[in-house]
């Protein structure tokens, strides 16, 4: 239980442990950021990680006078890993997805995530790509279920560059731009727990809705 209190103090005061991490970790920090970006949009097993709320965060950091992050290669790293997990991602779908988007018992994937990013994929289309950047867990799914589709690389890749840097560029200049307002740095948490919330609105409509036409 203890654990579980530490990962959301994290997530909820991420401006903190960033500002720690970069004291301890110096330009590490840009390898640390790297990797949760990549493995949250890369790794189909790691939709948990934080996405949106970090890119905020980050741009914050940047924006403290200072600070040991450089907001233009922080925001080149980020996009860097954006696009690249998303490509992963589409890799592991093309050559594995079948098997598991098929098969219903499934220990590692939620088979609802994966139907939710189907829907949104039939809905859609390629675009299904630049949308699902904002919202968490279809994010993940996406790209994974545009493999599975077999989206050629090219129309993949398109959608997933432009997604990938209107992602990054709009969290983390809005960090960037609203991180010393002082009531966003005194209710810092309240920010990120709003982003989640208002990120994950549109996955829970598209949820209830099918949820309905299923059941009708």
């Known amino acids: 239980m203890e654990f579980l209190h530490q990962i959301i103090d994290v997530f909820l005061h991420l401006d903190v442990h960033l500002a720690h991490w970069a004291a301890v970790l110096g330009p590490w920090l840009y390898a640390l950021l790297f990797a949760v ?3 949250e949009t890369g790794l189909v097993v790691t939709p948990f990680l934080p996405g949106d ?9 940047a924006a403290v006078d200072g600070s ?4 233009t290669i922080l925001i080149v790293i980020l996009i860097i890993a954006a696009v690249g997990g998303d ?7 093309r050559h594995i997805g079948p098997k598991i988007f098929y098969s219903e018992n499934n220990r590692w994937l939620n088979k609802n995530h994966l139907t939710q990013a189907h829907n949104f994929y039939e809905k859609y289309g390629g675009k299904t790509i630049i949308f699902a950047r ?3 867990i279809i994010r993940t799914f996406a790209p994974f279920v545009a493999g599975i589709g077999k989206m050629t690389y090219g ?3 398109s959608y997933n560059v432009v997604g990938g840097i209107a992602w990054v560029l709009l969290f983390t200049l809005a960090g960037y ?3 010393n307002i002082p009531a966003v740095k005194t209710h810092f948490h ?4 709003g982003i989640i919330i208002i990120s994950l609105l549109p996955a829970i409509w598209e949820f209830a809705r099918a949820k309905t036409q299923k059941n009708k």
């Open 37 to 39: 970006i990549f493995c």
């Open 53 to 61: 709320s970090l890119l905020f965060a980050a741009g914050a950091l």
């Open 68 to 71: 040991p992050v450089s907001l």
């Open 87 to 93: 490509s992963v991602n589409y890799e592991i779908g």
């Open 134 to 136: 904002f919202i968490p």
């Open 155 to 157: 129309h993949f890749l």
């Open 177 to 179: 731009k609203f991180a």
């Open 190 to 193: 309240y920010v990120i727990l």
